[in-house]
């Protein structure tokens, strides 16, 4: 089975510019988080979907990120504008839903560096 | 709240093993565990839920103490590839508010 794509896989910006990245979820995987992962550090969660609802964004900054998911598959994240401290990272990962908590499948990421 | 992981890296020989620690503040219902290695996504390795149900890998096993909130994963006759960045993530019930622990960098050298 195919797994998680997600694109571009390197992307330069400009602080202040915007961003977009691009996530298609394993086929018939409901739930999709976005994470961030700064340089030698555990990822960190930016966002969960249950198919096109958002169940937690409690840690995702509203003032500049952004993410849809339209029609419960793809899935893409925005930033916008961009600062230095948003070079990272974006992993994006799908899991079955469910009542008990199941394995995530983690795309290749989208590494951000922000100039 | 995001969990403790000990020791914060470990360097093994080839066949040694090691333990890994991962310990939260609140209670646990699943405990997650996954290796990253340099460049690449992390990889799923086990989770163990609340009850004792256990998923996982072959070689590797883990304890879920749900009283102490604290789990273990232990690397037995450990091999080269067993090298990467191990990670540790709870959930709520509902696999929800979902956190990583720091990580913990383990070696293996021939």
């Known amino acids: 089975e195919a797994g998680v794509a997600q694109s571009p896989r390197y992307k330069i910006i400009e602080k202040r510019q915007s961003v977009a990245f691009w996530c298609n979820p394993i086929?018939?995987?409901?739930?999709l988080y976005w994470y961030q992962q700064i340089l030698g550090q555990g990822p960190k969660l930016l966002i969960q979907?249950?198919?096109?609802?958002?169940?937690?964004d409690s840690q995702l900054p509203k003032d500049r990120f952004s993410a849809e998911r339209l029609k419960g598959v793809d899935s893409t994240l925005k930033i916008q504008p961009a600062k230095l401290e948003d070079s990272a990272v974006y992993l994006c990962?799908?899991?079955?839903?469910?009542?008990?908590?199941?394995?995530?499948?983690f795309g290749p990421g989208t590494r951000l560096t922000v100039l | 709240q995001q969990p403790v992981q000990s020791p914060q890296a470990v360097i093994l020989r080839e066949g040694e093993d090691a333990v890994i620690n991962c310990s939260s503040s609140?209670?646990?219902?699943?405990v997650h565990w996954y290796r990253q290695k340099h460049g690449e996504a992390p990889v799923f390795l086990m989770i163990?839920?609340?009850?004792?149900e256990q998923k996982g890998h072959e070689k590797i096993s883990a304890s879920f103490n749900e009283k102490k909130q604290q789990s273990s994963l232990y690397l037995t006759a450990s091999q080269l590839s067993y090298s990467g960045t191990y990670f540790c993530?709870?959930?709520?019930?509902?696999?929800?508010?979902?956190?990583f622990g720091p990580g913990t960098r383990l070696s293996v050298l021939p």
């Open positions: 990962a799908s899991s079955k839903p469910g009542r008990s908590s199941h394995e995530q499948f």
């Open positions: 609140k209670a646990l219902y699943s």
């Open positions: 163990l839920l609340k009850g004792g």
């Open positions: 086929s018939g995987h409901a739930t």
């Open positions: 993530g709870v959930g709520n019930n509902y696999g929800q508010n979902f956190v």
């Open positions: 979907f249950q198919n096109n609802g958002v169940v937690d």
